[in-house]
């Protein structure tokens, strides 16, 4: 029939194939001839039963990521690439779509990667593609002004911040600065002032976490929601927590050093460390390809806790000041953890990472979320010991 046939390639539209139907004509386009509708927004559409008032907030969230994705392309584009490197690409088009639609899951994403996107030598030995730096480190700030951390008392300045980053002059991994600050990254440029560093100046409202600040002060503002200073009282706070994951999604999709693993590490990780002998910070031991390494906190934290408790409580179980496992596996998690984000804000619950992560993983998120990736706990020796994984993974060489 007619009506059946796409009005751009004339060929029939069938009932199993993507396509975009006019209200007015009832006639059909077929998804790929030239509709901007790709499959990934399809399937969400699909997802949430896609009305009007649902379709148009849904649009403008995928818009906000454009320039993003303008900048991403132009650069690529922009860059002297590896032959080995544009035919991996080729060779995971596929699976990444794949993955990208959920047709598989993690796990299988990862045993079908092509046996040669996997470094043949350990992360800490030199190859000729990525020369020793094997991970990526990324590392984010903005400037919230001072702020009460912990104790109303307590205050951390951006002055604290400016002091804690000069330990990046001795990291040997290649590094990646992003910042809403341009102080603050001319700063990170007189630190670091070699070819493995990438510093890139953002806008708050190019990422998606800061986006959330409104709907986030509207949960603070609840009558009788819990004031944990800085968690649940500064909603540019949870902010620039959740905004992790979206830099280091950006990071491993750019891929810019061309290193198998990323990791994030906050900017004051490292700053009672008082040797100036470089390092490098290499993979952990005994871990996971499938998993994202961190730190654990707490070693029996309740997992059968509601989240609300979890939330409203400012209960921890593992530490956010670091983060590391390959490319694919952040890319996987940062979905998810975006993914998990919307959920408990529908729930009128939300709070700083640690908190988010710990709820992720409980019993009720996990049945609600229904995890692919899981988290690698590394355990110290005794419980609140923050800086165990990073002190773990870090190797001093001599200049």
Not at 202 to 225: E, H, M, P
Not at 343 to 360: D, K, T, V
Request: glycine share 4%.
């Amino acid at each position: 029939m007619e009506e059946d046939k796409c009005l751009v390639c004339k060929n029939a539209v069938r009932s199993l194939q993507h396509g975009i139907t006019c209200d007015v004509c009832d006639k059909w386009q077929q998804r790929t001839c030239n509709t901007g509708w790709h499959r990934r927004l399809s399937l969400k559409a699909a997802d949430h039963k896609c009305s009007f008032y649902v379709l148009v907030p849904f649009l403008r969230r995928e818009a906000e990521y454009l320039p993003v994705q303008a900048q991403l392309v132009q650069e690529e584009t922009g860059r002297v690439r590896r032959n080995v490197y544009v035919n991996l690409d080729e060779q995971l088009g596929q699976l990444w779509e794949e993955y990208d639609q959920r047709e598989l899951t993690t796990e299988d994403f990862l045993t079908k990667i092509p046996p040669t996107s996997v470094p043949s030598q350990l992360p800490h030995q030199a190859t000729s593609d990525v020369a020793d730096n094997s991970t990526t480190v990324v590392t984010a700030y903005f400037n919230l002004g001072s702020f009460s951390k912990g104790r109303v008392d307590y205050i951390y300045t951006p002055k604290n911040y400016d002091n804690w980053s000069e330990v990046f002059k001795y990291i040997l991994n290649p590094v990646i600065v992003y910042t809403d600050s341009h102080e603050f990254a001319d700063r990170m440029r007189n630190i670091r002032r070699n070819e493995t560093t990438k510093i890139i100046v953002i806008q708050r409202n190019s990422t998606w976490a800061f986006n959330l600040r409104d709907r986030i002060f509207a949960i603070y503002s609840q009558k009788g929601y819990p004031k944990h200073h800085p968690n649940t009282v500064l909603p540019e706070y949870t902010c620039a927590t959740i905004a992790k994951y979206d830099v280091l999604f950006r990071a491993a999709h750019d891929n810019t050093f061309n290193t198998h693993y990323f990791m994030w590490l906050d900017i004051g990780y490292f700053r009672d460390r008082t040797s100036t002998t470089p390092f490098r910070l290499n993979r952990p031991p005994n871990f996971n390809e499938t998993m994202v390494a961190m730190n654990l906190i707490v070693f029996n934290a309740n997992m059968s806790l509601p989240p609300a408790v979890i939330f409203k409580n400012n209960l921890l179980w593992i530490g956010a000041g670091i983060a590391f496992a390959n490319r694919f596996t952040i890319l996987a998690f940062g979905n998810q953890f975006r993914q998990a984000v919307e959920y408990f804000m529908s729930l009128s619950l939300m709070n700083a990472q640690q908190q988010i992560i710990y709820a992720m993983f409980s019993v009720e998120g996990r049945r609600a979320l229904k995890l692919a990736t899981e988290i690698q706990v590394y355990k110290p020796p005794t419980e609140y010991n923050w800086f165990y994984l990073g002190y773990l993974m870090l190797h001093e060489e001599s200049p």
